[in-house]
């Protein structure tokens, strides 16, 4: 009886240290399914810039303007987070589970809402740009892997997105767990 009490233990810490991994294999795949969509979105939304105008000025502001608007969302982020934890008072890890369902809930909706604010309020307008000679012939889509300038750019992006994003939440644990680890 004592034997298989044991086996029992060991087995279920074999399935615990199975499971987290499970979970670090699923968040991690979660989160490149997230990044492929988010640079799926960027690009769709940079090569909008093209088609609405062909003025570079203006396409220089709108590219202002959309990265202001990222900002402004990482703010009411925070603005959400601060509202949610002032109204809610968490006592237990249930609690601290609620809060951050609360703010992911409202940051879906208000990220919903401004979606179909896009699609409806956004037209794509035809440009006609006369075309000399033929159409042009089509790079093939491994032509940009033989370039060095394609793994800089793509370095450049990725370590600012990284530096970005590592900020952004140290300071969000910085500003909702200090209290609690220093006081």
């Not at 000025?57 to 949610?84: P, Q």
């Amino acid at each position: 009886m004592e034997q298989l009490k044991l086996l029992e233990q060991q087995s279920s810490g074999r399935m615990a240290r199975s499971s987290s991994t499970l979970q670090t294999v699923g968040y991690s795949f979660f989160a490149a399914i997230f990044n492929v969509g988010w640079a799926a979105t960027q690009v769709s939304h940079m090569s909008m810039v093209n088609c609405i105008t062909l003025n570079s000025t203006s396409r220089v502001a709108l590219a202002s303007c959309r990265n202001a608007f990222n900002m402004v969302a990482n703010l009411s982020l925070y603005a959400v987070a601060l509202l949610v934890f002032s109204i809610t008072k968490a006592k237990s890890h249930t609690d601290i589970e609620y809060q951050y369902r609360v703010i992911a809930y409202i940051s879906i909706f208000i990220g919903c809402c401004f979606v179909v604010i896009f699609l409806v309020g956004t037209k794509e307008p035809s440009l006609k740009v006369a075309v000399q000679g033929n159409r042009g012939t089509r790079i093939s889509w491994s032509y940009w892997f033989k370039k060095v300038l394609y793994y800089q750019v793509a370095l450049a992006y990725v370590l600012t997105r990284l530096i970005v994003n590592v900020s952004q939440v140290s300071r969000l644990y910085l500003f909702l767990f200090s209290p609690h680890i220093f006081g």
